[in-house]
Every structure is written in structure tokens, then in C-alpha cells.
């Protein structure tokens, strides 16, 4: 598999994600908790998203990084 243009992200922006790996949907970002709470991303078709329960509280520059990580096999 091969990225195309449209899979490009700039990573200079912490906003700009890639669809879902899984369905292509459009992703978004969470925030759960209160103060320091933590960020996840998920996808609006299918609901897959970046961990939630580990108890780790990713920032959202953490969080848009794990999302946008592509493996190619």
C-alpha cells in the first residue's frame, strides 16, 4: 500500500488528521475528564479511536501523532 497525496498531514499543525485506517471516515478529537484530563482521536463511522483506557493522558499532539501513524506492510 501506498500513501497518496490525500494521506499527507502536516505535521506541523496539531489539528490535521488522516481519515480512519480502518473505514476511511472523517476523525475527530475527544477530550475526556476534567483539568488535565487527556485526548483521543476516533473516527465518526466506525468508532475506532486511540486508546482510552491505559490511564495515560495523552496530549493532543500525542494523541493526532498516534492516530496519523501508518504502518505499510
Excluded: H
Amino acid at each position: 500500500m501506498n500513501m497518496n497525496k490525500q494521506d499527507k498531514v502536516d505535521e506541523s499543525s496539531p489539528n490535521n488528521l488522516l481519515s480512519c485506517p480502518f473505514c476511511g471516515g472523517d476523525a475527530g478529537v475527544g477530550f475526556c475528564g476534567q483539568g488535565k484530563g487527556f485526548y483521543f482521536i476516533n473516527c465518526s463511522e466506525c468508532n475506532a479511536s486511540t486508546d482510552q483506557l491505559s490511564g495515560y493522558n495523552f496530549t493532543l499532539i500525542e494523541a493526532r501523532s498516534l492516530w496519523n501513524k501508518r504502518t505499510w506492510l
